[in-house]
């Protein structure tokens, strides 16, 4: 408990600016992570975890006979000189596959863009701008023998399941190299849940190399209301693929929302482990996490982004327009890409 203590006081908990401005953040429409191969990815996460094909949430509610979902096929992928403005890929062409998750009020999509160069690089968890998805399920055991079936590679130190405050998790990576934590639900989230399906709650995760950083651009520019901070066990820290070293979490939601956000940061040993490599993601490289995000007052929004130095991934950070909203991307201190959507009225 000393040890905790001490931690806990070294990294001191954060405080983010004080907010001057109504936020515009309402929500979010979906968590998006590029993948290098929409048909090997999808896979992973139906026959695993039991996450289905989804409409858009653009896309209005489908007709009565309207056919079941399906993945576009590579060669019906097409450019859009308007998503090419958006995303910076001219010349590229690109298809989505939105999927849902029970018990998930928002949307997990798969982007994929063809050619154009893309890095592979598979994300260590302290490498700032890794994120992972945090999926709360019924029975985990399950779950892994699943994933064994599958060969999925493993990140926890050990190879199975540990013991943390959260409940028993595994971390693992995805056919794309992505991370996945797996962790438990409690019999109370489990009665709790609104729906059947193995996952009972969805959260996410961002790797930071800077907290208070960080914190400036999710709550102070956002409006992302901050929890607790709090220093990670012996067990999350193997959770995490680390032996030894410090970890710190600090907990946001999305406002609008109960949607949880954790922001992570890392001291990792030196010599044991391949130091941080900081991710500075384009869009069409695998792996690539992305926020979705609904806003109001775009223009004020962007201004503001502007103003306090943000980079943008959009063309001259110029919203694009189509009938059911505009559209920009922006981006986080640690590489991360987040866009701003501001349905049509």
Same mark, same amino acid.
């Not at 996952?199 to 520019?221: C, K, P």
């Given at each position: 408990?000393?040890?905790?203590?001490?931690?806990?006081?070294?990294f001191? =908990?954060?405080?983010?600016?004080g907010?001057?401005?109504?936020?515009?953040?309402?929500g979010?429409?979906?968590?998006?992570?590029? &993948?290098?191969?929409?048909?090997?990815? $999808? !896979?992973?996460?139906?026959?695993?975890? %039991?996450?289905?094909?989804?409409?858009?949430?653009?896309?209005?509610?489908?007709?009565?006979?309207?056919?079941?979902? =399906?993945?576009?096929?590579?060669?019906?992928?097409? @450019?859009? !000189?308007?998503v090419?403005?958006?995303?910076?890929? !001219?010349?590229?062409?690109?298809r989505?596959? $939105? &999927?849902?998750?029970?018990?998930?009020?928002?949307?997990?999509?798969?982007?994929?863009?063809?050619d154009?160069?893309?890095?592979e690089?598979?994300?260590?968890?302290?490498? !700032?701008?890794?994120?992972?998805?945090?999926?709360?399920?019924?029975?985990?055991?399950a779950?892994?023998?699943?994933?064994?079936?599958?060969?999925?590679?493993?990140?926890?130190?050990? %190879?199975?399941?540990?013991d943390?405050?959260?409940?028993?998790?595994?971390?693992?990576?995805?056919?794309?190299?992505?991370?996945v934590?797996?962790?438990?639900?409690?019999?109370?989230?489990?009665?709790?849940?609104? @729906?059947?399906?193995?996952?009972?709650?969805?959260?996410?995760?961002?790797?930071?190399?800077?907290? =208070?950083?960080?914190?400036?651009f999710?709550?102070?520019?956002?409006? $992302?209301?901050?929890?607790?901070?709090?220093?990670?066990?012996?067990?999350?820290?193997?959770?995490?693929?680390?032996?030894?070293?410090e970890l710190?979490?600090?907990?946001?939601?999305i406002? %609008?929302?109960?949607?949880?956000?954790?922001?992570?940061?890392?001291?990792?040993?030196?010599?044991?482990?391949p130091?941080?490599?900081?991710?500075?993601w384009?869009?069409?490289d695998?792996?690539?996490? =992305?926020?979705?995000?609904?806003?109001?007052?775009?223009?004020?929004?962007?201004?503001?982004?502007?103003?306090?130095?943000y980079?943008?991934?959009?063309?001259?950070?110029?919203?694009?327009?189509?009938?059911f909203?505009?559209?920009?991307?922006?981006?986080?201190?640690?590489?991360?890409?987040?866009?701003?959507?501001?349905?049509?009225?």
């Amino acid at each position: 408990m000393l040890a905790l203590i001490t931690l806990a006081s070294a990294f001191a =908990q954060p405080r983010a600016p004080g907010l001057v401005h109504p936020t515009e953040v309402r929500g979010i429409y979906n968590w998006v992570r590029t &993948t290098g191969d929409a048909e090997r990815a $999808f !896979p992973f996460y139906r026959d695993v975890l %039991g996450i289905e094909l989804a409409r858009s949430p653009f896309a209005g509610p489908a007709a009565a006979n309207a056919p079941a979902e =399906q993945i576009r096929t590579k060669s019906a992928a097409r @450019s859009d !000189p308007l998503v090419a403005n958006l995303t910076n890929t !001219p010349g590229a062409r690109f298809r989505t596959v $939105f &999927t849902h998750a029970s018990n998930t009020p928002f949307g997990l999509e798969l982007s994929e863009f063809f050619d154009i160069p893309r890095s592979e690089r598979a994300a260590n968890p302290w490498d !700032p701008g890794a994120a992972k998805l945090i999926f709360r399920v019924r029975d985990l055991t399950a779950v892994i023998a699943g994933l064994r079936t599958r060969a999925t590679p493993v990140v926890t130190l050990g %190879g199975g399941p540990l013991d943390t405050p959260a409940g028993r998790s595994l971390l693992v990576r995805d056919p794309d190299g992505s991370l996945v934590q797996l962790t438990q639900a409690s019999a109370a989230e489990i009665a709790g849940a609104k @729906s059947d399906g193995q996952i009972v709650d969805t959260a996410i995760w961002i790797s930071v190399a800077d907290m =208070q950083a960080a914190l400036a651009f999710y709550s102070g520019l956002l409006g $992302f209301t901050v929890h607790e901070a709090r220093a990670a066990t012996a067990a999350e820290l193997r959770l995490n693929g680390l032996a030894g070293g410090e970890l710190l979490e600090t907990r946001t939601t999305i406002p %609008g929302t109960a949607v949880s956000v954790v922001l992570a940061s890392f001291r990792v040993p030196a010599g044991r482990v391949p130091s941080p490599n900081a991710f500075r993601w384009r869009i069409q490289d695998v792996g690539a996490p =992305q926020f979705q995000l609904e806003v109001t007052g775009l223009d004020a929004l962007l201004e503001r982004t502007t103003r306090a130095g943000y980079r943008f991934l959009s063309v001259d950070a110029n919203p694009i327009e189509r009938p059911f909203g505009r559209f920009v991307f922006a981006i986080d201190p640690n590489g991360v890409l987040v866009e701003f959507v501001e349905p049509a009225r």
